[in-house]
């Protein structure tokens, strides 16, 4: 596949301005029309895969119930652990594909599997048996579409310069958050459908409100596809400057290597931000209907709204960075976002002080025997049914709301942040198998994270399940403070 990439080369105003950051171009106006056009598009592929994650991910855990009738909140976290994983192997296979053809071969593969994917989640429930199987199939091969987010990164950092960057990753950010935004709405307006749905017997299809997200995703992806053969065109800002200019002629030579120290922190800061994440995505459902008594239909409306909201945050989050960092130094933006994150995750801790607890189902049921088939779920009947209900105490939802809205923010950010600073710290070669490694590090704790919080909260509650992930995040503040003066761009070394 021959590569088809618009080499763009850029060259310095006078010959003393030897700078890797030059940004004065060899390019036409229809040529930085078409550059951006590509990024943007690259944008709204970002979006798409934002959304395949987040329309189904307060819905996921009730789906499951209904078509394999399971109580075991373990399979939950082996469900979302697929995606993880799917995630986790292919992005550094994709990004390193993409080092050596046309970024959109990469690309157009992955929007064709997520096609797939996306329908076979949606029929997961018209199988006669393993349908539990056929939608851990699905979340699998979603991880892997979503492995060209590795892809999606190194093309943006190669098509913009550093001075572009920040905007740039802002801007694509924005787009995945504006997915995880709109899922959740989306999720909550298809409720009305409820479980029964809508049935065409001759091709075994359902509408309910389960299965519409996906197809609706599937809709979505194949006009993505479309735009994305007609439109999208590869631009790549050159490796060299010209044969007087030093800097980028002895990067290029490898006398200026990468800060393999401030690589490696910025790849653990972005897996704990994720992990951190992934508890929360796991536990979502569970937690609230246990806390709250919220029945599976309100809990799927209820954290949807809170989703959407704190999309929201993190959307602004976005854009608020893109001017912040402007005037201040990224690295202290990144020591704020942990702080922010933190926060978080300590309000999420049920108080000790507080004389309430958890509600108690009003039917003789405990964690081991709960049938949610014949439980209803409704009003009274709801409640804590884990044996850790009778000594944790009550989590309450003003204190929840602002724990969410403090995750939104902190999330966002640290993501935002070091994704930026660990694009700069690789310097101007192509980064498509390091954003895959910095990928797969994020797919890992989706792979373990839900496993460990799904077991750690079916067996201790909320209080270790928090605790544990505020200490690590801690412990991550601590060593970006040590190694504050290695976490800089190549060109500053």
Request: aromatic letters at 12%.
């Amino acid at each position: 596949m021959k590569s088809e990439v618009h080499r763009l080369i850029p060259v310095t105003k006078a010959k003393e301005n030897k700078s890797i950051n030059g940004d004065v171009f060899e390019e036409s106006v229809e040529d930085k029309k078409s550059r951006w056009r590509s990024i943007h598009l690259a944008c709204l592929i970002m979006f798409i895969g934002s959304l395949d994650y987040s329309i189904v991910i307060t819905s996921i855990w009730p789906y499951l119930q209904s078509i394999t009738y399971t109580k075991d909140t373990t399979f939950l976290g082996w469900l979302l652990c697929a995606f993880g994983l799917g995630q986790l192997v292919f992005a550094p296979i994709l990004g390193l594909w993409s080092n050596y053809v046309d970024v959109k071969w990469p690309i157009l593969t992955t929007l064709i599997l997520g096609v797939f994917a996306n329908t076979l989640y949606g029929y997961a429930g018209a199988f006669p048996s393993h349908n539990g199987i056929v939608m851990l199939v699905a979340r699998f091969c979603l991880g892997i579409r979503a492995g060209n987010v590795a892809v999606i990164k190194s093309y943006v950092s190669g098509a913009t310069t550093v001075k572009e960057r920040t905007s740039a990753v802002a801007n694509f950010s924005t787009a995945q958050t504006i997915g995880l935004m709109i899922g959740p709405v989306i999720q909550t307006a298809l409720t009305p459908l409820g479980e029964t749905g809508l049935r065409w017997d001759l091709i075994k299809l359902t509408l309910n409100m389960y299965t519409t997200a996906a197809f609706l995703v599937t809709l979505l992806g194949i006009v993505t596809l479309v735009l994305f053969l007609l439109m999208f065109k590869s631009y790549r800002i050159a490796d060299t400057l010209d044969e007087d200019t030093e800097d980028y002629q002895s990067i290029d030579d490898g006398k200026i290597e990468i800060d393999k120290v401030g690589a490696f922190v910025s790849v653990l800061t972005f897996l704990l931000a994720v992990l951190a994440i992934a508890y929360n995505e796991t536990i979502l459902v569970p937690l609230t209907m246990a806390m709250f008594a919220w029945s599976r239909n309100e809990a799927v409306l209820y954290n949807g709204i809170l989703l959407t909201g704190g999309a929201a945050v993190s959307a602004l989050t976005f854009l608020a960075i893109k001017y912040i960092s402007k005037r201040c130094d990224e690295r202290k933006i990144l020591l704020g976002s942990l702080a922010i994150l933190i926060t978080g995750y300590t309000l999420q801790i049920p108080m000790p002080f507080t004389s309430s607890y958890p509600p108690a189902p009003q039917v003789a049921v405990n964690s081991t025997d709960i049938d949610f088939n014949t439980l209803d779920c409704e009003g009274p009947r709801c409640g804590c049914y884990f044996d850790w209900c009778t000594h944790t105490h009550q989590l309450f939802l003003s204190q929840y709301i602002i724990a969410v809205a403090c995750v939104s923010c902190g999330y966002a950010s640290t993501t935002l942040t070091v994704t930026t600073i660990y694009s700069k710290i690789l310097g101007p070669k192509p980064q498509g198998l390091f954003m895959g490694l910095l990928t797969a590090g994020g797919s890992f704790s989706r792979m373990v994270g839900p496993v460990i919080v799904g077991f750690m909260f079916a067996e201790y509650g909320p209080v270790w399940s928090f605790l544990s992930i505020s200490i690590v995040l801690l412990l991550n503040l601590v060593m970006i403070i040590v190694m504050y003066r290695r976490l800089v761009p190549m060109c500053q070394r």
